[in-house]
């Protein structure tokens, strides 16, 4: 049994598959170890901030309590919306975490979760950011000095290609295999002259394996802690933040940032 306040996930690369850790009241422990077995999380009532780690009723955008939502540079609208980050004009929640986020080299890429995808992300967060979206592919189309740019270059984008994640789509199966390259010469087509600069393709599709031993015939709900107080079932697999259990329902682990719970087997 292991005791401890839920986090994201985290995640490495090896040339098999994505190795998951967690960390539960300071122990880390891999969730991969679990995949076959029946496994109870219960719900212990007790919500903390992942930032301040004050006890708290409710929190906001995975794991911070309200002040911290509305006051930390990792809540800023921006996160959402990298085309609002006014970093490179000296406006930020904190110029300090922006020099060292906003201001970095950030990539606009394609990528499968069901169907093609746009997103930006800083060059430290490659391949993670994939990882915890569940793509089974993706490729770099743009390469930008900042997260402003990079979010200009999407949101003109996003008129071709969606910026979301369906998860129930991405969740059903090891998706088809989409040509990201074939769908980068079409974003190439697409985007506007002043843009063209930032555009490259130095970059091939870098394809992710998950650990995830069968596909549920059907997705059938997320489950919520809050709501339920225990989530149970055979684990199955791990794709994104979400743990898969063999009757179809599924759990979001970055979700339930702060949550603290009991998981036994």
Request: a positive charge.
């Amino acid at each position: 049994m292991y005791k401890g306040i839920l986090n994201k996930m985290r995640a490495v690369e090896t040339d098999s598959s994505i190795n998951y850790s967690l960390d539960l009241g300071g122990e880390i422990v891999s969730p991969n170890d679990w995949i076959g077995k029946n496994i109870t999380i219960d719900f212990l009532d007790e919500i903390y901030c992942c930032k301040c780690h004050k006890k708290v009723k409710q929190v906001y955008m995975s794991g911070y309590c309200y002040s911290c939502y509305k006051n930390s540079p990792e809540t800023d609208e921006n996160i959402f919306k990298p085309e609002l980050d006014m970093a490179h004009l000296g406006i930020s929640r904190d110029m300090n975490w922006a020099k060292e986020v906003s201001l970095k080299k950030h990539f606009v890429y394609l990528a499968n979760t069901g169907e093609v995808k746009v997103g930006v992300t800083r060059e430290a967060n490659i391949p993670s950011r994939w990882i915890n979206q569940g793509a089974d592919s993706a490729i770099i189309i743009a390469e930008a000095p900042n997260r402003h740019i990079a979010g200009c270059i999407e949101v003109y984008l996003k008129k071709f290609f969606s910026d979301k994640t369906k998860w129930k789509k991405m969740l059903s199966s090891s998706n088809e295999d989409i040509n990201l390259e074939e769908q980068r010469n079409i974003a190439f087509s697409k985007i506007h002259p002043v843009l063209k600069n930032f555009l490259t393709d130095e970059f091939k599709t870098k394809y992710l394996n998950f650990p995830v031993s069968i596909y549920p015939e059907h997705i059938l709900q997320t489950q919520k802690l809050k709501k339920n107080k225990s989530i149970k079932g055979k684990l199955i697999g791990i794709k994104g933040q979400y743990f898969i259990f063999e009757s179809g329902d599924v759990m979001n682990i970055s979700s339930h940032a702060g949550f603290l719970v009991n998981i036994s087997f």
